[in-house]
T-cell receptor, first 113, second 112 residues
Framework: AQSVSQHNHHVILSEAASLELGCNYSYGGTVNLFWYVQYPGQHLQLLLK??????LVKGIKGFEAEFIKSKFSFNLRKPSVQWSDTAEYFC???????????FGKGTKLSVKP | DGGITQSPKYLFRKEGQNVTLSCEQNLNHDAMYWYRQDPGQGLRLIYY???????QKGDIAEGYSVSREKKESFPLTVTSAQKNPTAFYLC???????????FGSGTRLTVV
């Protein structure tokens, strides 16, 4: 069965620090990959997605992610975080015949002003 | 504006009562989903429907039921058989999973 692992449960950073959130998936075929963000009290919003082509994907609010097929990874990055980036981040993968998105357990990011 | 509407935002029920959570979308999406979100456990799939009058169990369907009589609507009933119903419930829809999902704002259910 497919699975998605997010290695960090809670990350605490100061403003202007760089961010990298890890995401690994287990599926050997063609995949579509997603990062969602959930700001406090709000619904999940799509940050970015990968279908094919350039493995470096740029999303909203300065976020980017790199798909490394050999490592089954899709890590999320941002060069300089802001207090407003405080949120929970979810990685998701779609692959295989069923086609539903499989979500990781999420990483809570707290940015100190 | 197109989107997904979940209602109510907060719901309180007594133990042993069934309760129905509403999910309506005007995005003309064929597929709809219900997830349960608990702290530290991410999103777990309860039920999904790819087309009207058809739905499938997800990973944690026990104690829940759904219907899909209309394309726009996918209500979730939390029955008294669900052992731990207090949670945050999210509804989503998609035109195709390769594009990802659109989520509603969720319903927080508290059973006392």
């Amino acid at each position: 069965a497919q699975s998605v692992s997010q290695h960090n449960h809670h990350v605490i950073l100061s403003e202007a620090a760089s961010l990298e959130l890890g995401c690994n998936y287990s599926y050997g075929g063609t995949v579509n990959l997603f990062w969602y963000v959930q700001y406090p009290g709000q619904h999940l919003q799509l940050l970015l997605k990968y279908f094919s082509g350039d493995p470096l994907v740029k999303g909203i609010k300065g976020f980017e992610a790199e798909f490394i097929k050999s490592k089954f990874s899709f890590n999320l990055r941002k060069p300089s975080v802001q207090w407003s980036d405080t949120a929970e981040y979810f990685c998701a993968v779609n692959g295989g015949s069923q086609g539903n998105l499989i979500f990781g357990k999420g990483t809570k990011l707290s940015v100190k002003p | 504006d197109g989107g997904i509407t979940q209602s109510p935002k907060y719901l309180f029920r007594k133990e042993g009562q069934n309760v129905t959570l509403s999910c309506e979308q005007n995005l003309n999406h064929d597929a709809m989903y219900w997830y349960r979100q608990d702290p530290g456990q991410g999103l777990r799939l309860i039920y999904y429907s790819q087309i009207v009058n058809d739905f499938q169990k997800g990973d944690i369907a026990e104690g829940y039921s759904v219907s899909r009589e209309k394309k726009e609507s996918f209500p979730l009933t939390v029955t008294s058989a669900q052992k731990n119903p207090t949670a945050f419930y999210l509804c989503a829809s998609s035109i195709s999973t390769i594009y990802g999902y659109t989520f509603g704002s969720g319903t927080r259910l508290t059973v006392v």
